[in-house]
């Protein structure tokens, strides 16, 4: 199975200050249909997961442009180019090239 | 809109059986796979499996730790997928979403499996 590893786990961040996490699986995330399925979710307290980013760098509907995804492969990276307060919360990266799909174990996002 | 409502959840004993429903509406129900994601108290997400669409031959995966006790299944006439699980043991404890193409999510229905 494909193990999703996140880092850093907790991430104090400033508000209006740019924020990065990183997401690493074992094995590469290209499909044989050529698409990487590499999703980003936030979830806020409280609150169900939201999806952010699909297929590596793709914001879905409504998603601030403040928030951007990169990578390739194996390696991607979440990034928040100015963290608001609404921002929150717990961010997971989730693979759903093979089957299982797996999730990343979290990032808690806090402001300072 | 769509939208996603899951019932059936509740405090159960280790051994016995649930089902939880999934009432969908704000899309063609019968042309999207149904999942099944859950979230234990304080702990990170898990699939749990999904149901594809009879287009696509209705069949379902499971994750291993519910193969073999849990089953999904869909009924599109009324809308609804469902997650039936059985031999419940303590670690099924969680919040189980329904979701729909990883975008739309339910709000959750918190199953408690203890004695």
């Known amino acids: 199975d494909v193990v999703m590893t996140q880092s850093p786990l907790s991430l104090p961040v400033t508000l209006g200050q740019p924020a990065s996490i990183s997401c690493r699986s074992s094995q590469s995330l290209v499909h044989s249909d050529g698409n990487t399925y590499l999703n980003w979710f936030q979830q806020r307290p409280g609150q169900s997961p939201r999806r952010l980013i699909y297929?590596?760098?793709n914001r879905d509907s409504g998603v601030p442009d403040r928030f951007s995804g990169s990578g390739s492969g194996t390696d991607f990276t979440l990034k928040i180019s100015r963290v608001e307060a609404e921002d929150v919360g717990v961010y997971y990266c989730?693979?759903?090239?093979?089957?299982?799909?797996?999730f990343g174990q979290g990032t808690k996002v806090e402001i300072k | 809109e769509v939208q996603l409502v899951e019932s059936g959840g509740g405090l159960v004993q280790p051994g016995r059986s649930l089902r939880l429903s999934c009432t969908a509406s704000g899309f063609t129900f019968g042309d999207y796979a149904m999942s099944w994601v859950r979230q234990a108290p304080g702990k990170g997400l898990e699939w749990v499996g999904f149901?594809?669409?009879?287009?696509?031959?209705?069949?379902?995966e499971y994750a291993a730790s519910v193969k073999g006790r849990f089953t999904i299944s869909r009924d599109d006439s009324k809308s609804i997928a469902y997650l039936q699980m059985n031999s419940l043991k303590t670690e099924d404890t969680a919040v189980y979403y329904c979701?729909?193409?990883?975008?739309?999510w339910g709000q959750g229905t918190l199953v408690t499996v203890s004695s």
């Open positions: 979701v729909v193409v990883i975008t739309y």
């Open positions: 989730m693979q759903g090239t093979h089957w299982p799909w797996a």
């Open positions: 149901i594809r669409s009879k287009a696509y031959g209705g069949t379902t």
């Open positions: 297929k590596v760098s």
